[in-house]
């Protein structure tokens, strides 16, 4: 990768995803943010993943100045509850208070699955209920008499991807669970 051009400010965003982008690196995502934009991306299963220490390790490394957050769908599959993905976000969220001056952080709203069936339907059901914790979560951290440049903890509920929290089919693949190009494109047009 080229270095930035001198006199311009280098921005690193680091992505925390599940597999839902899971093939987001394969889309030229260095090239496609600018030479000032470097993004980093790092997949965990679910919330529960923001607290291994080689996360952590790499996250001090790199310093970022934004982290995006995109979990949730497999911690509704594994049946966690609301409350245990915000704790876990809530732990998150003090240890980069302390170790990563700095750092705003983005929550992308999980979206619910075009999957189909009684077990798809449980998780889309439980994608919305997280969805809702997330929103009141961010909002409590986030006063809306506040100016978002003062925000540590702002929030993506990605309607450029779909509708009342889902995939729209152009932005979902054909396993209609991960995202095809067009939403991993849109993606990283919310980093920009």
């Known amino acids: 990768r080229p270095p930035a051009p001198a006199g311009r400010p280098v921005f690193k965003t680091v992505l925390i995803t599940d597999s839902m982008m899971r093939h987001i690196g394969d889309m030229g995502e260095h090239e496609a943010l600018g030479q000032n934009h470097i993004l980093e991306v790092f997949n965990k299963r679910g919330t529960s993943g923001l607290s291994h220490r080689d996360l952590m390790r790499k996250l001090e490394h790199l310093h970022p100045n934004f982290i995006y957050i995109h979990l949730g769908v497999n911690d509704m599959m594994d049946h966690r509850r609301p409350e245990d993905v915000i704790k876990d976000l809530r732990d998150f969220k003090a240890y980069a208070d302390r170790k990563l001056p700095g750092h705003r952080i983005f929550i ?63 932005n979902c693949s054909h396993d209609n669970l991960h995202l095809s190009d067009s939403g991993k494109t849109k993606i990283l047009g919310n980093f920009r």
């Open 108 to 170: 992308s709203l999980p979206l619910r699955t075009r999957r189909a069936g009684p077990g798809p339907n449980r998780v889309n059901e439980d994608i919305m209920l997280l969805r809702d914790a997330l929103k009141t979560y961010v909002d409590s951290l986030s006063p809306h008499d506040r100016p978002l440049k003062d925000c540590s903890i702002l929030m993506n509920v990605n309607e450029n991807l779909g509708d009342d929290g889902g995939l729209s089919p152009e």
